[in-house]
């Protein structure tokens, strides 16, 4: 049965761990999550497992999602998210209106958690890639804070004179979305339904995330997974 489940990005706070070490930690609000459809490959050539989280007013939303979120025998959700699985027997594990909470993680020591990054509108390319820009000596005028010249990336062969694709430039800063792997689970509050990790996650407070086993773990933290 998969773990993932979507929650919300509650803040950051301080955590004492039992040898005395005090870490910062970020507390999620994880689930509850409704199973709101079940995709198999001999109707839909794919295995898969939909979950929907936090209610939705109903004249928030459009009736394709009510009318979606029905057939499940749940009210209309807010955020949906699809989860690939291997094969049929797994889907078979889950079932319409089933609900899967933060107990799902109790024995996932490590966490991927994905998110959108803060949004920082325009920026230059010394707030976004920590260029130095130009010199402060006289001569300079109001320049400072230029790239400099992009003169040698004018040209492209095969394809034109003009700047190749990935060049560092100004522009829109944040709002993408964001993954932190490898994050440690220092505690669950099943009650409240509150997942602790170790360290920071993307986004802003309240942010929506969406929260997986770790996919890609060094070997150290492979033998702590594996022993849970």
Known sequence: MTTALIGRKVGM????????????????????????????????????VQIAFEDAK?????????????????????????????????????????????????????????G????????????????????????TERKHRSPGSIGSHGTDRGHGAKIKKGKKMPGRLGAERV??????VVSIDAEQNLLIVKGAVPGANSGLLFIRPSTRLFKPKARLQAKA
């Not at 049929?88 to 909470?101: E, H, M, P, R």
């Not at 959108?116 to 001569?139: D, E, N, P, V």
């Not at 993954?179 to 440690?184: E, G, I, N, P």
């Open 13 to 48: 706070t301080r955590w004492n761990l039992e040898d005395g070490r005090n870490i910062p930690v970020t507390v999620i609000a994880a689930g509850p999550c409704a199973v709101t459809q079940v995709k198999t490959i001999e109707n839909d050539g794919y295995a898969a």
């Open 58 to 114: 109903a004249r928030r939303t459009s009736m394709s999602v009510i009318g979606h979120d029905s057939k499940a025998g749940v009210a209309p959700k807010y955020a949906h998210r699809e989860i690939r699985l291997k094969d049929d027997a797994a889907a078979a594990a889950f079932s319409l209106g089933q609900s899967i909470d933060v107990t799902a993680f109790e024995k996932v020591k490590f966490v991927d958690v994905v």
């Open 116 to 139: 959108t990054s803060k949004g920082k509108g325009f920026a230059g390319t010394m707030k976004a890639y920590r260029f130095k820009g130009l010199c402060a000596s006289h001569g």
């Open 179 to 184: 993954t932190s792997r490898s994050l440690d």
